[in-house]
């Protein structure tokens, strides 16, 4: 069983896009400026962000960093997103999801211009993803392709089941695992709430993603020994005896599934440190495309 680290892998990448970076800004170039919203006061949310924010500055991106009250309109977002995309020095923008109740998702994401929807959940975005034309992929599922590239994991021909049909990780990870590129040319079945047989199913799976945001939902006797696991999961489960009274765990019961498989992603350290690099990599084709369009 080999661990697919998704800190030394995002490491390993991060050091070249800010090779990348001083080398745009050596030719005299901008830096990639990448604006985050964030709404209300929800613990992962906030770390998640702060470590965005962070990459930003570890990478020599400019960054704006906006926190804004659970109390705000919808109609106020909507005219800070729209500031953001009138802004020439802004490449990308990333509203962090969920948000309150009375604030639309969809409505605030279709804002977004799409040529700074770095995130990749606009419709535009998802549209291109689908019809295999160059766009934004969103962050969590390009992340996931990155680690596999990384490792060599060649997934043409094999079985992969998707857990969970989220617009943002399940249904976009459908499309890319079998869309005809590396990696892809996957045969893909996507499992959901509704699914009869689950189990059945995912223990026929050469490569499992689990992306349901249930506590240890994959247990040993759904995988098939020699499975690639991937688990996007990240769950606070409560544990009395860490100091924190708490502690992560991800959608697979890691460790009686670890044993089975051929490789496998921890949590944490292991997609989303990833994620940070597709939303970096994306930000970074921002300014690339806005050259481009204006040259
Ligand atoms: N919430 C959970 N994952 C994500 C993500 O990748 N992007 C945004 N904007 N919100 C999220």
Do not use: W
């Amino acid at each position: 069983m080999q661990i697919l680290d998704g800190n030394a892998t995002s490491a390993y990448i991060k050091e070249q896009l800010k090779k990348e970076v001083e080398e745009m800004k050596a030719s005299g170039h901008k830096v990639p400026h990448l604006a985050v919203i964030i709404v209300g006061n929800n613990p992962a949310s906030e770390a998640y962000v702060a470590n965005k924010v962070r990459t930003c500055k570890e990478l020599g991106f400019e960054s704006t960093h906006l926190h804004f009250e659970t109390s705000i309109t919808e109609e106020f977002l909507l005219e800070q997103v729209n500031k953001l995309n009138d802004d020439d020095s802004v490449d990308g923008i990333l509203v962090q999801l969920p948000l309150p109740a009375h604030i639309s998702g969809d409505v605030v994401i279709n804002n977004i211009n799409p040529a700074k929807d770095v995130d990749g959940f606009h419709p535009i975005s998802q549209g291109k993803m689908l019809l295999g034309q160059p766009g934004f992929l969103p962050a969590t599922p390009y992340g996931i392709l990155l680690i596999l590239e990384h490792y060599n994991i060649d997934v043409a021909g094999m079985d992969c089941v998707v857990i969970g049909r989220s617009n943002i990780v399940g249904t976009p990870m459908t499309i890319l695992l079998s869309r005809n590129a590396k990696p892809g040319n996957a045969t893909v079945t996507i499992c959901h709430s509704r699914t009869k047989n689950l189990k059945e199913i995912v223990k026929r799976a050469d490569l499992i993603v689990a992306a349901i945001g249930r506590p240890k939902f994959v247990t040993a006797d759904m995988v098939k020994p020699g499975a690639i696991v991937i688990d996007v999961g990240i769950n606070r489960i409560d544990d009395p005896t860490t100091k924190s009274g708490s502690r992560l765990v991800g959608d697979v019961d890691f460790e009686n599934v670890a044993p089975l498989c051929s490789y496998i992603t921890p949590v944490p350290k292991g997609v989303g440190p990833m994620t940070i690099c597709g939303l970096m990599k994306n930000t970074i084709d921002a300014v690339k495309q806005k050259k481009l369009v204006n040259s």
